[in-house]
């Protein structure tokens, strides 16, 4: 399996090109897995099925490339996920509703009380948390002057209510270990050990 944490970029405009990419990815010996980001197209993205995989909720947009849906725990090769995408954008004044910007990219009331419940369920304690955003308490270490939002707020919480060997998230565009046990992605990618 290969993770994504968000901005996956292959399911933005429906043409030809990108049906062409997602059979690429498709077919690959991984299974490509990504929860989203604040740069997603949430029209398209809502048109695939939903479907029961692992433990929770996914799009599956190819057989072997499945969006990890907000606020569920999967369980892979015998390690626990608890995965919420979604992000803010801070470039949205200069982008188009419905074209290339989505309200979505937050997540709603509904998806953050899913991931309350599904979390609940394992006792509030997993092997990893996949997410887009970092939680507020972590911002600081990236840079001083980001702003926290509902995402970040909410992801904080998370933090606080769960226990988990490591956290790793996208959206900054860096690569950087954090406190709290947290990593961000950018350009880079990293193994998770095996099941002992």
Not at 7 to 34: H, I, M, R, S
Not at 40 to 67: C, T
Not at 135 to 150: H, Q
Request: aromatic share 14%; net charge negative.
């Amino acid at each position: 399996y290969v993770i994504i944490c968000g901005d996956f970029g292959a399911v933005w405009d429906g043409t030809e090109e990108e049906q062409k990419l997602l059979d690429w990815y498709n077919d690959k010996p991984w299974t490509t897995l990504f929860c989203d980001g604040n740069h997603e197209n949430f029209d398209l993205l809502s048109k695939y099925p939903v479907e029961e995989w692992n433990g929770g909720k996914v799009h599956r947009i190819r057989p072997k490339v499945l969006h990890l849906m907000r606020g569920q725990v999967f369980t892979i090769e015998g390690k626990t996920f608890f995965v919420m995408g979604g992000a803010s954008s801070i470039d949205k004044e200069y982008r188009t509703e419905g074209l290339n910007w989505w309200a979505e990219e937050i997540p709603s009331f509904r998806e953050m009380d899913e991931g309350f419940a599904n979390l609940e369920k394992v006792g509030y304690k997993v092997d990893y948390v996949i997410t887009h955003s970092a939680p507020t308490t972590v911002l600081t270490s990236i840079n001083p002057t980001y702003k926290p939002d509902a995402v970040t707020r909410y992801l904080a919480v998370i933090r606080r209510m769960t226990e988990y060997t490591h956290w790793y998230c996208g959206h900054y565009h860096i690569n950087k270990k954090l406190p709290y046990n947290c990593t961000t992605i950018y350009n880079a990618w990293c193994r998770l050990p095996k099941e002992n």
